[in-house]
């Protein structure tokens, strides 16, 4: 099984979804899936005259395809550390009501760790 990552970046979000599949493809192949996807995506859209579209806009349309008619599949994590990214990993204070669980497990351990001087 191979894995592969399907996503978009800006200056403010992102989005990354990863998908295996049997087959190992090379850059150039895995971007023609993707296109090829995203163009059937779009066969089946309807886009007004000067409407803006992005990949954003269609990501999780392409990933269906992708799994669909590519033979992609969806990969199930056996766990995650996806915490606020924002936050002072050494003060518990800051970003107090953005902060979750595993982030403030890690202020915790750090801060004993490693005492502020």
């Not at 000067?50 to 806009?57: K, S, V």
């Not at 606020?84 to 982030?103: N, P, V």
Request: hydrophobic residues 35%; charged residues 35%.
């Amino acid at each position: 099984m191979y894995i592969y990552n399907v996503g978009y970046h800006s200056y403010e979000e992102s989005d990354y979804i990863q998908l295996s599949h049997e087959k190992k493809f090379s850059k150039d192949k895995f971007e023609e899936a993707i296109i090829g996807a995203s163009v059937n995506v779009l066969k089946r859209t309807k886009i007004h005259k000067g409407e803006r579209l992005t990949f954003q806009d269609i990501l999780y349309d392409v990933i269906e395809e992708l799994i669909k008619n590519f033979g992609f599949e969806k990969i199930e994590f056996t766990s995650e550390f996806n915490v606020f990214g924002w936050a002072d990993i050494m003060d518990e204070k800051d970003w107090e009501r953005d902060r979750d669980e595993q982030l403030n497990k890690l202020t915790k351990k750090i801060k004993f760790n490693y005492p502020k001087k």
